[in-house]
């Protein structure tokens, strides 16, 4: 990505850095001149990403962290303020669905694994809750700073099946506007939370849903074109693109806003 949002300088902590779409955003801040910090369940993972970031001119460290243990967070925030001391925005990206807490024709509601809907919950909201406690306390210390967390299009509308991660990502548009908020009223002005809003893009968390074991679209993913007006997936650096923005100066009066980037899903109601 070649567009310049005056980055340059600024350090960005990214949770599920390895995924599809915060790998992306990962190396599109890197040369936009942000130093990254990649937090990732597996740290080996990491160090790759960081590694080619690094090999292409950027700056990125990379972290084994467990977004949902506190300690865990808060060492790799001590690692993440030795090397780089200022911390100026968090990614919460760390996040997915599990092909157990959805219903199918072999795993009604009634029969869904209590565990598994748990993590689905957890990952999506106690993730983004408990890294934002945790990062969020060196903003208010630096009295400025950038939260964006990632939510969904079953936000807007509950989709089908995915009785988990629709809740799950409402939870985090909620969460958003509700800290958006809080900071402003509690501790600072200048620290704002916002969200993207993704449409539809092929991942491994719902590649199962979309095209078969050949590839080919399921009758769910012949719906979800037609219901997109784009008639098209999405792709990551699109997503990464609103993603630069919101953390730019050009977004500096953008709080508590959840931004679709789902070629017109959202505004279509199939009629």
Avoid at 67 to 90: G, M, T
Avoid at 140 to 149: D, P, Q, R, T, Y
Wanted: hydrophobic residues 45%; charged residues 20%.
């Amino acid at each position: 990505m070649n567009v310049n949002f005056g980055l340059a300088g600024k350090t960005a902590v990214i949770t599920g850095g390895t995924g599809v779409l915060c790998s992306e955003i990962a190396k599109d801040l890197a040369s936009n001149g942000v130093r990254v910090a990649i937090l990732g369940h597996s740290g080996d993972k990491a160090k790759v990403l960081a590694d080619e970031i690094n090999k292409n001119g950027g700056i990125a460290i990379a972290c084994n962290a467990d977004v949902l243990d506190k300690k865990s967070l808060l060492s790799a925030r001590n690692f993440v303020e030795e090397n780089f001391k200022n911390i100026d925005i968090l990614i919460n990206g760390a996040g997915g669905n599990k092909k157990e807490a959805t219903t199918s024709e072999e795993n009604s509601f009634f029969d869904i694994d209590l565990e598994s809907l748990k993590w689905v919950f957890n990952l999506n909201v106690m993730g983004a809750i408990l890294t934002t406690q945790v990062f969020g306390e060196l903003f208010v210390k630096s009295k400025n700073g950038c939260v964006i967390n990632i939510s969904s299009m079953a936000a807007y509308h509950p989709l089908t099946r995915t009785v988990a991660y629709s809740g799950a990502k409402a939870a985090v548009s909620n969460f958003t506007q509700w800290m958006a908020v809080h900071f402003n009223q509690n501790y600072c002005v200048n620290i704002r939370v916002n969200a993207v809003a993704p449409g539809f893009l092929l991942t491994k968390q719902n590649r199962f849903l979309m095209v078969d074991e050949n590839g080919a679209p399921t009758e769910r993913g012949k719906r979800v074109l037609e219901k997109t007006p784009m008639k098209r997936y999405g792709k990551p650096s699109e997503i990464s693109g609103a993603v630069l923005w919101l953390c730019s100066e050009a977004a500096s009066f953008v709080n508590g806003a959840i931004i679709p980037v789902d070629g017109g899903f959202s505004a279509y109601w199939g009629v």
